[in-house]
């Protein structure tokens, strides 16, 4: 016995074969381009080598700031996009933390120094907070308190006219204080 199927219940039936086919072709397009994607990162792998949560690390991907790579349903990252993103975040703080330490006439504290071995490190402040079981707060401002020897020492960039700079805001000036009078008898 046969059934015979039409109008639209063949539209439907065409129409699925239709797209489970160019599933399939999705899919062998996928393992032929495999190489490609070799040393990708998923989305969890490279929250953890970022030190971030899933969600903040998600929330960053979304709002453009790391690069991905979006296969069908999953984001792929390569292990340099994630490294130029860590080295933009705090590239500037291990610079700071190789001068302080290469320079003996910064006198940094014992706690000091430990902390600049850290940042040379690539690790993260609250990271050596955890390690070194102090509060984000102290280490930030162990990190401030470098930062102000590491100038002392470094000789002053001179400003650049570039027009792509934000001119700083002119120093307010002070009004004399308004006299009190006195109370009416």
Same mark, same amino acid.
């Given at each position: 016995m046969t059934t015979c199927v039409s109008g639209p219940a063949l539209m439907r039936i065409t129409a699925f074969r239709r797209k489970a086919f160019e599933m399939a072709l999705r899919s062998d397009e996928l393992h032929y381009n495999l190489q490609?994607?070799? &040393?990708?990162?998923?989305?969890? !792998?490279?929250a953890k080598q970022l030190d971030l949560s899933y969600w903040h690390f998600m929330h960053l991907v979304e709002a453009g700031r790391i690069p991905g790579v979006r296969v069908v349903d999953r984001w792929l990252f390569s292990p340099d996009d994630l490294d130029d993103y860590r080295r933009s975040k705090y590239g500037e703080l291990e610079d700071l933390a190789r001068t302080a330490l290469e320079h003996p006439a910064i006198d940094l504290t014992e706690k000091q120094e430990t902390i600049c071995r850290f940042l040379? &490190?690539?690790?993260?402040?609250? !990271?050596?907070?955890?390690?070194?079981?102090?509060?984000?707060?102290?280490?930030?401002s162990q990190i401030s308190l470098i930062k102000e020897k590491v100038s002392r020492i470094q000789p002053k960039k001179p400003l650049s006219s570039s027009p792509s700079e934000v001119p700083s805001r002119p120093s307010r000036i002070r009004k004399a204080p308004i006299p009190l009078r006195p109370p009416k008898k």
């Open positions: 490609h994607l070799n &040393g990708m990162l998923t989305t969890h !792998e490279a040379a &490190g690539s690790e993260r402040p609250s !990271e050596i907070a955890r390690k070194l079981k102090q509060s984000r707060q102290a280490v930030h």
